[in-house]
Each structure stands twice: as C-alpha cells, then as structure tokens.
C-alpha cells in the first residue's frame, strides 16, 4: 500500500512537469540520457533483480526512484542533482526473519558541471549525501553520509563512454556499523539509429568496512535500450543483466535491471 501511495504520488509529479513535443530527436535523446550531467529533466525507474541472496538463496528487488534535476547556474555552469530513491523487498537472512519491505536509505548527488566540454572530455564533480530514511533497520544503515563525486565521459560519433566514481563516509547517526562505500560505475554505450543502443553500465562497489575478502562486488555484462514516445511524451527503456564475478559471501549471483524513464527535453 505504502509503495502503490508513493509511485501514485510521483505519477502527478511526472503530469506537471512540461512536455516539449519532439525538441529533440530520438537518438539525441538516448546520448543524452546516457550523459549523468546532461541538461535533461528525467524521472528514471530502475527496477534491480537480485538472484541468489542470502543463506536461503533468495531473490531481492530493489527499485530505484531517480529524478534528476538540473539547474543552470550562469552562462559558464549547470548544477544536476540525481537523488536515489530505493523501495526495497529484502528475503530474509536467517530462518525466522521473513521478508521485509520498505524504503531504504536515499542518495542525493550534486554535480557542478561546466556547460561547454573541454577538448572533448565532458564532467562533473560535486558532493554525494546518504540520508537515513530506511523504513525499517533491516533496508539501511540508520547514518548520515557524506564524500565526493565525479564523472568524466566523452562523446565520438555513435559511442558515448565514461566513469562515475564515488566515496560515502558515515558522519553521523544511530547506526552500529559505519560506512565507508566505494562506487565505481563504468559506462559504454553503442548507439544504433533511431534512439536504440547497446549498452553496458555495471556498478563496483567496494565496502571498505567489511571483512577481507568481504568487500567487493564486481558485475559484468549489458543490455540494451530505446527511446520513444507515447503521445508526445518521450521515454526511455532499457534492459540489462550483470553476473557477479566477485562478490561477498552471501551477495547476490547476478542481476537483470528493468529501467523506464521519463524524459522531458526543453
């Protein structure tokens, strides 16, 4: 009921916002979703399927709400905020447990990000925020966190490639264990006429307070996607599948990603 209530809400967010017909072509549209600090208003739902968790063996989905807001700062500079929404069903972990669903912790990132490239070379650098709003102890860490971001990227003809990387301390907060996550997210896309691609963007994380041998999680693979419309709304869909090739004990084996988006060029 809480999740139905929540996506309701963000459906009337995504009627307000403005739709410009076809101010950009689709294969404009795909490089730009494909560009983290790109001046495009966007409502993405990524929907992440973990296979093999836990003990047990159990299956988690996590699906992230990610509206990403830019601001133009003056004629030089853009700030693009991406806030990370996770509504998670977590099996459980020992015998008894049983399922828990709820909202894990949220991200939010701000990239200040020059509006022209330089030679090319396309980023962003700015602070990343972890905010205790887990619904239960058993979704999030119950810290404040805060680190560095920064993305680098370019764009040559159909390829689109490039790096985010992150680092959250805890700072604060209830929590027993700290936190100290690395985030590394590579990304190549390939993209074919008509707003389709090829793509692949695995996340590698490294958690830094976790026993050795413990911390890695180091995904391969990829997918594809599309941009559309419906109406005059443009859209972006996009599947993919990442088996863990390193992984903490009991993490997952591999992952299929679901991701429709909202897009509303200007």
């Known amino acids: 009921m809480k999740h139905a209530y929540i996506l309701g809400l963000l459906a009337m967010v995504v009627s307000w916002l403005p739709v410009d017909g076809r101010a950009a072509g689709e294969s404009d549209l795909a490089k730009a979703t494909q560009n ?25 989905n996590i699906l992230n709400i990610q509206p990403v807001w830019p601001v133009s700062l003056n004629d030089e500079w853009n700030l693009i905020t991406r806030t990370i929404l996770p509504v998670i069903s977590q099996p459980e972990f020992a015998p008894g447990d ?7 912790d949220t991200t939010f990132t701000a990239f200040f990000s020059p509006k022209k490239p330089s030679n090319g070379l396309i980023w962003g650098a700015g602070p990343v925020f972890l905010l ?27 390829w689109v490639i490039g790096s985010l990387f992150s680092n959250v301390w ?23 006429p008509n707003g389709a691609y090829i793509t692949s963007a695995p996340i ?17 693979g ?45």
């Open 36 to 60: 983290p600090v790109s001046d495009l208003i966007s409502l993405p739902f990524q929907n992440n399927t973990n296979f093999d968790v836990g003990a047990e063996g159990k299956t988690q």
């Open 98 to 104: 049983g399922r828990t669903n709820g909202i894990g």
């Open 132 to 158: 205790p709003t887990a619904s239960d102890d058993a979704l999030g860490q119950d810290k404040w966190g805060l680190g560095p971001s920064t993305v680098f990227l370019t764009m040559k003809g159909p």
């Open 170 to 192: 805890s700072v604060g907060g209830n929590g027993d264990q700290n936190v100290n996550l690395f985030t590394w997210q590579y990304f190549i896309n390939y993209n074919l």
């Open 204 to 220: 590698i994380t490294a958690n830094w307070e976790a026993d050795s041998g413990q911390k890695w999680t180091v995904p391969f």
């Open 222 to 266: 990829g997918g594809a996607g599309k941009v559309f419309r419906v109406g005059k709304q443009a859209m972006n869909a996009q599947a993919s599948a990442y088996y863990n090739v390193e992984k903490p004990k009991y993490g997952a084996d591999w992952q299929l990603r679901l991701q429709l988006q909202f897009l509303f060029p200007k």
